[in-house]
Nanobody
Framework: QVQLVESGGGLVQPGGSLRLSCATS????????VGWFRQAPGREREGVAC???????????WYAGPVRGRFTITKDNTNDTVILQMNSLKPEDTAVYYC???????????????????WGQGTQVTVSS
């Protein structure tokens, strides 16, 4: 049974940092890409970052323009966990953040919601003074 569980959200002041974790189980972690998405009130869900299947290596990563240079996505193959380190947070980063597993395995980076088949329940991130 595939499961993804996000944690690490919370309230932070502008300019602050948060570290989101996505704990996974039920699939061969090395083989699949994992993506982070977010959805703000009244807006569509959007891609934030993706890390490819690693097959024992580090994998490649993609970042959406608004977060590039501030967010970092990494894979912990020992614990089957994906980390999203978020620095220099802005009020416009406020959203529910979701992680998801790609439908297909390999080294491809997947950016669209339709490329993912299993999702976590989400974790709230609020950036406010």
């Amino acid at each position: 049974q595939v499961q993804l569980v996000e944690s690490g959200g919370g309230l932070v002041q502008p300019g602050g940092s948060l570290r989101l974790s996505c704990a996974t189980s039920g699939f061969i972690f090395d083989f699949y890409a994992v993506g982070w998405f977010r959805q703000a009130p009244g807006r569509e869900r959007e891609g934030v970052a993706c890390i490819s299947g690693t097959s024992g290596g580090d994998g490649s990563a993609w970042y959406a323009g608004p977060v590039r240079g501030r967010f970092t996505i990494t894979k912990d193959n020992t614990n089957d966990t994906v980390i999203l380190q978020m620095n220099s947070l802005k009020p416009e980063d406020t959203a529910v953040y979701y992680c998801a597993k790609s439908r297909l395995y390999g080294s491809t980076l997947y950016r669209d919601i339709g490329d993912y088949d299993y999702w976590g329940q989400g974790t709230q991130v609020t950036v406010s003074s």
